[in-house]
């Protein structure tokens, strides 16, 4: 099921939808990792924005 691109509020902006494909790729290019690793972390630790950011900083930073 599509993303109601209408309801764009706070609340649509805190979570990471893993089912919609321009979510993940943004979310993966916003923090250069690949779609694969975005959809691991989003399995790994839920689709909360502001956990999702610290986890792919650290992976980032594990990975330097």
């Given at each position: 099921?599509?993303?109601?691109k209408?309801?764009t509020?706070g609340a649509?902006?805190?979570?990471?939808a893993a089912?919609?494909?321009?979510?993940?790729?943004?979310?993966?290019s916003?923090?250069?990792?690949?779609?694969?690793?975005?959809r691991?972390?989003?399995a790994?630790v839920?689709?909360?924005?502001?956990?999702?950011d610290?986890?792919?900083?650290g992976?980032?930073?594990?990975q330097?």
């Amino acid at each position: 099921m599509s993303d109601d691109k209408s309801k764009t509020g706070g609340a649509d902006r805190r979570t990471v939808a893993a089912g919609e494909g321009y979510e993940v790729e943004y979310f993966a290019s916003k923090h250069d990792i690949t779609p694969a690793q975005a959809r691991e972390l989003i399995a790994n630790v839920g689709n909360d924005r502001d956990k999702l950011d610290a986890a792919a900083y650290g992976l980032k930073q594990g990975q330097g």
